[in-house]
């Protein structure tokens, strides 16, 4: 593999954290492999910030699988109320999307401004 801009040296690439659980390490992996983002330290944070949402929005989903198919549960009252579990799942996939959306556009920026 050739080195990214920042790291010219860098044949590999930086191995996902630990901590991250498959969703999350499949979007550090395909994200790096695909050269979206650059190397640097601050967008490896941004990039592990949306694979801990990503995991997050997986957990949420499959626990929403299991408890409430139809997205919605019973309170105390019977009275029918969005699945805590839809919220977090919702929100999550949003903070992935808002994390990738950040950097790519940073990072396209960027490039037009150095070829201009």
């Known amino acids: 593999m050739k080195g990214s801009r920042t790291n010219p040296g860098l044949t ?10 498959e969703p999350g390490r499949r979007l550090w992996t395909h994200t790096l492999e695909s050269r979206v983002l650059e190397t ?5 944070d941004i990039l592990r910030l949306a694979g801990e949402a990503a995991d997050r929005a997986e957990a ?3 626990q929403l699988e299991q408890d409430a198919p139809a997205g919605t549960t019973t309170d105390r009252f019977k009275q029918v109320k969005v699945h805590p579990a839809a919220s977090v799942e919702r929100d999550a996939r949003g903070a992935v999307a808002r994390l990738l959306d950040a950097a790519v556009k940073y990072a396209v920026r960027r490039a037009l401004a150095e070829t201009s």
């Open 60 to 62: 949420a989903r499959l």
């Open 12 to 21: 590999e690439l930086p191995p996902p954290p630990e901590h991250l659980r």
């Open 40 to 44: 640097e330290p601050w967008r490896l």
